[in-house]
């Protein structure tokens, strides 16, 4: 074995043993009456969240001919969750019902298949270069993926307003401790221009992933699009802002939805974002989230909104939601040096320490013009962390795309809108400009919020 490989497969180890303490960190905060609940059908128990994650990477183990003789008491019949090759799957909703296995089994499994993986990523039967090289690594980004998915889950089985005191707090938020360095020489120049907007310009664009590391396959291949010239909001549009959306009237007026979203607007009554509530007595709006029942801030990026909502704010605002490209230009392109970056920042990989990620450990919103440092070349702020930001484009492959894991991101290409971005609850090494995640638009228990683009 080379010392590259050999370095290689060190880190993939240990970036596995990481993920795997993450996971148990969040889980491990839960209650075990917590731990079993579904709280709601598009949901999972987390429970499930903790052994579906170890399901897939056994899945991957045999793939590559690993033989894994588990204990009778652990079924894993329940824990497929769309892979229409591993045969029976159980449907979303029914996954509440199913205790087993148990909590205790769940771990169990967890430590059994840990040991499998490190047991394949030392026989020196992988190759950096190999497909199990990759199904690893995008195993591991997988139980990454489930983490932000299970605070999905959290946020919403805890932070209604059935009781206002019943609330999960997580052990391990910290208070917001972000850096407030100055603005870059050109950030500082763009700030100026169209006060909360700044033009880019347009032209031949390269859309997707630059580099020769990990992505998921939808980033992929890195193709041109053409772009005019545009602008682009600064800041992810906030409370504050939607505030004064509502307060003229934006839930009431059909001329600014889209017509599937007006029909959900009456049906399911919208007047505000997920968790929000008109507090009579307080005569304000209130946000029910990790931090307790608190006054809404008007300087947080609004959060929990779907891709209607989105799309009527632009439109009321005489804007509209920005492209992928657009999004992505913004973000990526230093116009200076006629090159992108992996980060709006550069490619500084210490994610957390230019944008509110996971790791922060904040699990909410941070206010906008806290994380000065993270600018893009063009001036926009907060593209990383935060909250996964609504575009226009309709998820679909790029082309030329080649599956590298069937049913993982090909099969879903169909009525999602894409979001870009990352929030608070995605992990430091799954968020960079070309992560495109997907929704449908009107889903809204995602840390979802969006910022605003014009034509220039």
């Given at each position: 074995m080379t010392q590259v490989l050999q370095d290689s497969l060190e880190s993939l180890t240990k970036e596995f043993k990481s993920t795997r303490r993450t996971t148990l960190n969040i889980f491990s905060q839960l209650k075990h009456e917590d731990a079993v609940i579904q709280a709601s059908d598009f949901g999972s128990p987390p429970n499930w969240h903790l052994a579906h994650v170890s399901w897939f990477y056994q899945k991957v183990l045999e793939k590559y001919g690993v033989k894994i003789t588990l204990p009778k008491e652990i079924n894993l019949a329940y824990l497929n969750s769309y892979y229409q090759k591993y045969d029976f799957i159980l449907s979303k909703p029914e996954r509440g019902r199913f205790p087993r296995p148990t909590i205790r089994q769940t771990l169990q499994y967890r430590s059994l298949i840990d040991k499998e993986?490190?047991?394949?990523?030392?026989?020196?039967?992988?190759?950096?270069?190999?497909?199990?090289?990759?199904?690893?690594?995008?195993?591991?980004?997988?139980?990454?993926?489930?983490?932000?998915?299970?605070?999905?889950?959290?946020?919403?089985?805890?932070?209604?307003?059935?009781?206002?005191?019943?609330?999960?707090?997580?052990?391990?938020?910290?208070?917001?401790?972000?850096?407030?360095?100055?603005?870059?020489?050109?950030?500082?120049?763009?700030?100026?221009?169209?006060?909360?907007?700044?033009?880019?310009?347009?032209?031949?664009?390269?859309?997707?992933?630059?580099?020769?590391?990990?992505?998921?396959?939808?980033?992929?291949?890195?193709?041109?699009?053409?772009?005019?010239?545009?602008?682009?909001?600064?800041?992810?549009?906030?409370n504050g802002d939607f505030l004064r959306f509502i307060d003229h009237g934006g839930y009431e007026d059909f001329n600014l939805w889209l017509a599937d979203g007006w029909d959900l607007v009456r049906e399911q009554q919208w007047k505000a974002p997920l968790f929000w509530n008109y507090e009579k007595g307080e005569r304000c709006w209130m946000k029910k989230d990790f931090r307790g029942k608190t006054k809404l801030d008007p300087k947080e990026p609004v959060v929990n909104v779907s891709f209607y909502e989105a799309s009527a704010y632009a439109r009321w605002a005489g804007k509209r939601l920005p492209t992928e490209a657009e999004w992505e230009k913004a973000a990526s392109w230093n116009e200076k040096l006629q090159r992108k970056f992996l980060y709006p920042w550069g490619e500084d990989m210490d994610v957390h320490k230019y944008a509110n990620v996971l790791e922060s450990n904040i699990w909410a919103p941070t206010r906008i013009g806290t994380y000065k440092q993270g600018g893009s070349y063009f001036g926009c702020f907060q593209m990383i962390g935060d909250v996964w930001e609504w575009t226009s484009s309709e998820y679909s492959l790029y082309p030329r795309f080649r599956s590298k894991f069937s049913e993982y991101t090909d099969k879903w290409s169909i009525n999602q809108k894409v979001l870009r971005g990352g929030s608070f609850a995605t992990p430091c090494l799954q968020i960079r400009n070309s992560y495109r995640n997907y929704f449908r638009p009107n889903e809204r228990i995602l840390f979802s919020g969006f910022r605003c683009a014009a034509d220039a």
């Open positions: 993986v490190v047991r394949f990523l030392k026989s020196g039967n992988i190759n950096y270069r190999d497909d199990a090289y990759y199904d690893i690594k995008l195993a591991n980004q997988h139980e990454m993926q489930h983490q932000e998915l299970l605070i999905y889950d959290l946020q919403y089985y805890f932070n209604r307003f059935i009781d206002p005191d019943d609330n999960f707090q997580p052990s391990i938020m910290q208070p917001v401790e972000a850096p407030q360095t100055d603005l870059p020489k050109e950030s500082a120049k763009a700030h100026k221009l169209h006060h909360s907007m700044v033009e880019i310009p347009g032209g031949i664009y390269n859309l997707g992933y630059p580099g020769d590391q990990f992505c998921y396959d939808n980033e992929l291949p890195e193709h041109k699009v053409y772009l005019e010239n545009y602008l682009i909001d600064i800041y992810p549009v906030t």
